[in-house]
């Protein structure tokens, strides 16, 4: 016997309504409970209740008036950095022990990327997310590092504007610290940067992600075996992550890394991405929103699953 998780989504925006998508099409021991908005005209909202989920336009406060509330196992919040650290707090009023999936950069729980380190959170309570770039580009760094220390990792994301939403705008400061840093916590690099790049370009662009690591050495064979191994398993839930082309490999010397040193020698090793989305609700360009979605609804059916073991055995 097993039983499903009911998750609440908050925010009706375009992340949002996607997940709700992937959950009604997808989900396997996560179903969907509630559909919660600010707008009450926006699309989410009304794609949810001709689907039949319950609705409010009431934010959090709504979400606890709902009677399907009392049933609420985990909350998907889309919405802001800001706005998860106030909506977190105030759903532990009324349910100490819910779980929380934080699709923001608020990280005010533990850096979450189902590949690198899925199996260690199943019980918290607030796992983040990261965001867009990391989920894509932080497996490929500890691809590298389980194979050689890396001493250095820099991403740069690259997204068509048109698919940067108002919660992607605001949050960029977030984006590159909360990215950087979990490149250092989840990738191992001694020291991570991210770039965020928004393309305006027509017709708009998937998304692409460069990663860039510097070791001290390491065996090229090893690494880039390491690396499409890493990039086998992000495609088992999300089907549109590729290498764009084989991993590059160069040995440098008497380089200058700030914040690392001068006059360094090692391996240099860059790895092109290309993220193409699923189309569930968004165009497929959306590659960075469509990662997020599908990498939290991967960490919710692996909850689900590792509490209905606990349960029923």
Not at 100 to 125: F, K, S, W
């Amino acid at each position: 016997m097993t039983r499903k998780m009911k998750a609440a989504i908050i925010g009706s925006g375009n992340i949002g309504t996607d997940l709700m998508i992937k959950i009604l099409r997808q989900g396997r021991q996560v179903e969907m409970g509630a559909m919660v908005g600010i707008d009450p005209v926006s699309d989410g909202l009304s794609r949810a209740q001709r689907m039949g989920v319950a609705t409010t336009a009431g934010g959090v406060e709504g979400l606890v008036k709902l009677p399907v509330f009392d049933d609420v196992d985990i909350v998907f919040d889309a919405t802001s950095a800001a706005a998860h650290v106030a909506n977190d707090a105030f759903l532990r009023e009324w349910k100490p022990n819910i779980r929380m999936i934080d699709l923001t950069p608020a990280a005010i729980g533990p850096y979450c990327i189902p590949v690198v380190n899925g199996e260690q959170h199943l019980t918290a309570r607030n796992v983040n997310m990261v965001t867009c770039g990391g989920q894509a580009t932080i497996p490929m760094v500890a691809a590298v590092s389980r194979v050689v220390p890396v001493r250095y990792a820099e991403i740069v994301a690259s997204i068509s504007s048109k698919s940067a939403g108002p919660g992607t705008r605001a949050n960029i400061d977030e984006f590159t610290q909360t990215t950087a840093r979990a490149i250092e916590i989840l990738g191992g690099a001694s020291k991570g940067k991210a770039i965020i790049v928004m393309n305006p370009a027509e017709p708009p662009l998937i998304m692409r992600d460069t990663v860039y690591t510097f070791s001290a050495d390491g065996s090229e064979e090893a690494i880039a075996a390491s690396v499409q191994e890493m990039a086998a398993a992000v495609q088992r839930y999300v089907p549109g992550y590729r290498l764009k082309q084989e991993v590059q490999f160069d040995r440098v010397v008497d380089l200058k890394i700030p914040g690392v040193g001068s006059g360094l020698s090692g391996l240099k090793t860059s790895i092109f991405l290309e993220v193409e989305g699923a189309a569930h609700y968004l165009p497929a360009y959306a590659g960075n929103l469509d990662i997020m979605t599908s990498a939290a609804l991967a960490i919710a059916e692996r909850m689900a699953a590792n509490e209905n073991t606990a349960a029923y055995g």
